[in-house]
């Protein structure tokens, strides 16, 4: 059921209250990949809702502050706690073995709580270097094309452990789902960007290509730390990417 499969994608990628947890099926889960960049549609309908009540009161630094906490807070800190994970291992590990322990440590280390730091100030500065004319824009396709990445990631890279929170939509992964999640950005693109949503979204798949394969080498592919990595690196990319285009 379609309705079903966006719940289950909401439920997994922010803290949106939807009743009780529903009882899925693993196979559900990789079906709800499908709608990942919706949740991103909604995340950024968070974001600019707070960006236009905020700045009827409060100066644009202040705001983009209240952005960065509520970006943080819809989403858990779930995929910022991957990034930190995932730089301890890559940085701290010395083979695939000892990099997917250090990942599974509840800790975060130094290395990866300075990364987190500026992999936040940098979206922070990201923001306030876009242009008011794209703000929305911005608030609104950033979470999305960080999701889809998720969704190419996944096709792109094996499962690098035995087992794990995102084994399943590696496992049980078809075509379609990539294909169904592609379209819905695509759509969200050309409304807010027009054609010039193509380039960013060929970029996005580039970055991510590059990613995946960095990943594959060494750990062996992704995993739910890795994909929430991913995610935020590719956030700060496309903040990147519409700032360089918007000046």
């Not at 899925?24 to 968070?46: C, D, N, Q, W």
């Not at 409060?58 to 990034?83: E, K, M, P, Q």
Request: aromatic share 14%.
């Amino acid at each position: 059921m379609p309705m079903k499969s966006l719940f289950i994608a909401i439920q997994f990628l922010t803290i949106i209250p939807f009743g009780e947890k529903l009882k899925i099926e693993e196979g559900e889960f990789a079906r709800s990949m499908v709608f990942f960049p919706v949740v991103g549609l909604i995340i950024g309908m968070f974001l600019v809702l707070i960006n236009y009540l905020a700045l009827i009161f409060l100066s644009s630094f202040v705001v983009n502050v209240l952005i960065i906490i509520t970006w943080v807070i819809l989403t858990g800190a779930l995929h910022l706690d991957g990034f930190a994970d995932t730089v301890d291992g890559l940085w701290g590990g010395q083979n695939k073995e000892e990099r997917l322990k250090i990942m599974k440590d509840s800790f975060i280390g130094a290395k990866g709580g300075v990364a987190l730091f500026c992999l936040l100030a940098l979206k922070f500065a990201l923001l306030m270097e876009i242009i008011p004319q794209y703000k929305y824009q911005t608030l609104l396709f950033t979470p999305v094309m960080g999701r889809w990445a998720m969704v190419v990631g996944i096709f792109l890279a094996p499962y690098a452990k035995e087992e794990g929170m995102a084994m399943p939509f590696v496992e049980h992964k078809d075509k379609r789902h990539l294909l169904w999640a592609s379209l819905i950005a695509l759509i969200i693109g050309l409304f807010l960007f027009k054609f010039v949503s193509l380039g960013i979204m060929g970029l996005t798949f580039f970055a991510t290509f590059i990613l995946t394969s960095y990943l594959k080498r060494r750990i062996g592919g992704i995993t739910g730390d890795t994909l929430g990595a991913l995610e935020e690196i590719i956030e700060v990319f496309i903040l990147l990417v519409i700032c360089l285009f918007s000046s």
